[in-house]
């Protein structure tokens, strides 16, 4: 996977994606990131790529021309015309989901906005998606890109050295992962859960499913409309909410 970043704060994200999981998949060329300086395209003596808003209001707004033509010197040195994603609060809602399909492109473009945003011809002329990573507003749109860069790229074979563990997580079959524990096996009077010390792997694994479909309704009711359950697991719902029902009256 080759992700490249328009923005006008490349530092900004190559440092912040170089240590860990994602630096490490870097220096194996499982991944590889390139930050564009949108400055870089300014045709202004002083290096501007913002102005004024036409109509008036608060803030600058991101020129058409540099962001245009930084996409297109990519895609002429790359011979491709990669999805361009703006990182916008008015985008669809970034989810696991939209990260796997995501997962599956060769190249991602993520353009970074800032001050109040870009030019709307620019976006009408460039932009693909328009993502989101959640209701709130951001000052621009590296931090989104940065979220967005970590959670595809551990969807990237080889990524994680543990090829199953990105399919029992979090959000698989939308349940909520299953508590986890390790040593000591007594941790200030409270035992690990005896089953996981039994080495019954049916057993295990029939508790980890309970866990997480009983998680994720506690905690993510809403999740449980598009879970993929078996027969029995909605009967162990069921019981769940009827003895939850039984709590609240
Ligand atoms: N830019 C500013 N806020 C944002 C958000 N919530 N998601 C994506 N991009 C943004």
Redesign the pocket.
């Known amino acids: 996977m080759k992700y490249y970043i328009l923005t006008l704060f490349p530092e900004m994200v190559l440092q912040g994606l170089n240590t860990s999981i994602i630096g490490r998949a870097v220096d194996k060329g499982l991944i590889s990131m390139e930050a564009v300086n949108i400055r870089d395209y300014s045709k202004d003596k002083h290096n501007h790529v913002d102005d004024a808003p036409y109509g008036g209001g608060a803030g600058m707004v991101m020129q058409p021309g540099p962001v245009c033509d930084s996409y297109e010197a990519l895609c002429q040195r790359i011979g491709k015309r990669p999805r361009v994603l703006y990182?916008?609060?008015q985008?669809k809602v970034f989810n696991q989901s939209v990260a796997q399909e995501l997962a599956g492109e060769e190249e991602l473009v993520f353009l970074c906005?800032h001050y109040e945003g870009i030019d709307e011809r620019a976006l009408e002329r460039i932009v693909t998606d328009y993502?989101?990573?959640?209701?709130?507003?951001?000052?621009?749109?590296e931090l989104?890109a940065m979220v967005m860069i970590d959670c595809i790229s551990r969807l990237v074979p080889g990524v994680l050295n543990n090829h199953v563990s990105a399919e029992i997580e979090s959000f698989h079959d939308n349940l909520l992962e299953y508590p986890q524990y390790t040593r000591p096996e007594i941790y200030e009077g409270k035992q690990v859960p005896e089953v996981l010390l039994s080495g019954h792997h049916k057993k295990i694994e029939e508790w980890r499913r309970q866990q997480s479909i009983r998680r994720t309704l506690e905690r993510r009711p809403d999740l449980l409309a598009e879970a993929v359950l078996t027969k029995k697991e909605e009967m162990y719902l069921e019981t769940l909410k009827a003895e939850r029902g039984g709590e609240e009256e």
């Open positions: 990182m916008t609060p985008g906005g993502l989101s990573i959640g209701d709130y507003v951001l000052t621009g749109g989104p």
